[in-house]
């Protein structure tokens, strides 16, 4: 009979501290890596971001270039139709509902005022129960405050004119970018194909196919969802005779491509313009549209087209669209799912990867750990 081997607590303790270094000097390589990257971005944003608004303007339009192309269509000859015909698109619909807000500018104007007469009525009359006095001296702070940032607002002119030249700029980038990938952009993968070599250019070539199609899904999907947003919340603010409801649907369908926040954005704008335009019981029910949308595409359509696409839960959704806003604003929360999105797919494509190389014949622990089961069962035989 073997005698047992008394477990040295000392030992183990000294491995599993062992294995935390480990682990931890390999988390914070990580947290350097990622802060490096991160820092690299928000230097070169101006150069990262119409890059990434070009490729997601891409995965829409490479279907139908790629489909003209097979019908015999040169590829120059069918990037630019479908070129034209995408800012053909943009500038038409400017084009139809500029008309719309110049028109109903007086009528809505009018309409206002007397909507804020009657929400001054119903803070004197309702269950507030204000004084004229209080309302008075509210509006009157609120005119201080005002005259007190004109210095800021004049001096923000100036960076408004600098932010617009930038954005026609970024446009026209944009678009160029969006050309050059439609048009080239089948011949990019078997070029880095070439250049990486064998082993790495099949890595890289289905990473980025897999990016490719998460993108395409996105994008596709989310203008389906957004398309749906629009069109129950314009119906809805027509048959409640709200004027502007074309323009506030186009201008829910835009903010649709900002999962969940943007569709809440562009409801509380069209309540406040039912509000001073109609009355507060037509408010309500705007609002109760703006919510029934809002649930529409938080449980139902998000979840189900989304998660069919790029396989993310909603609460990752969220929290990329806030860390995306608070980082770099509007522009942030567009590109936070996307950059999720690829995240993902390279963790799993990566994983995937480890699955592969893994001998299903070696035993699943280190010898660390394999040390600390020994430890443990010669422990067990003891007791």
Known sequence: MSTPTVRDRAVVIDQAFAVLQRWGLRLVVLAAAVYVLGWIVGHLWMVFFPLSLALLVATVLAPPVTWLRRHKVPSGLAAALVMIGFIAAIVGAIAVLTPQVAGQAPAIASQASDGLQRVRDWLTDGPLQLSDGQITRAISAVQDKLQESAAAISSGIFSTLSAATNAVINLVLVLMLTFFFVKDGHRFLPWLATLGGRRAGEHVTELLSRTWNTLGGFIRTQTL??????????????????????????ITFFGGYIPIVGAFVSGILAVLVTLVTNDFKAAVIAALIVLGVQQLEGNVLSPWLQGKNMNLHAGVVLLSVTAGGTLFGVTGAFLAVPVAATTAVLLRYVNEQIDDGVDPEAPPEDSHAAALLAEGKVADDVG
Request: charged share 5%; net charge negative.
């Open 225 to 250: 969802v957004a398309f749906i947003d629009a069109v129950i919340i314009g119906v809805g603010l027509a048959i409640l005779g709200v004027p502007l409801a074309i323009p506030l649907a186009v």
